[in-house]
């Protein structure tokens, strides 16, 4: 009698819901891989709307992208992202389309949230296999990278903007435009609202 009444509750504590379970293991990566996804995405749009019209060629020196260049890249940056859950792999050298040419920052950020929409509708629908696959970056015949594949788009994507909205914010400095609040205040303005 002691081993049926402990089976029972074996089994009573294994069982779970099914639809409990595949909506967890849907959402997981996401949120778990992901969490400061939506605040990652807003800094880089207040950054981007700050980037003053008239000022695409201007450069901080020679060698350095022009802030037209750079804006462009930040606000294309959810499209690669995107490529990374779409594809196995990609080749930096391939040959590419040219990158779009805008005239305003309206424009730029537009093209920004459409991409970060679509990117967060597929970052919603991946899978924890999908997540780990590994990701390969090749360099024509050579290997680059290889990793799995949240890993590249952590790096990739959420680290590389981060590093391209450090450089506006400095062009931003530089050209006496009050640079946005990022991870806490900037010199120029204070967080809206709780962080």
Known sequence: ???RTVTRKKTT????PAAASSRSSS???LSALFPDLEGELATTRRMLERVPNGNDDWRPHAKSRSLGELATHLAQLPGFAMMMLTREEFDAFASRPPDPTFTSSVERVKLFDQ???QLKGLLQKMTWDQANQTW???AGGGVALQAPRSTVIRTAFV???AHHRAQIGVYLRMLEVPVPWTYGRSADEMPEGPM
Not at 13 to 16: P, S
């Open 159 to 161: 680290t590389h903007s």
């Open 115 to 117: 991409l970060s929409a």
């Open 1 to 3: 009698m002691r081993k």
């Open 136 to 138: 390969t970056l090749r």
């Open 27 to 29: 959402a997981a990566p």
């Open 13 to 16: 504590a294994r069982k779970r």
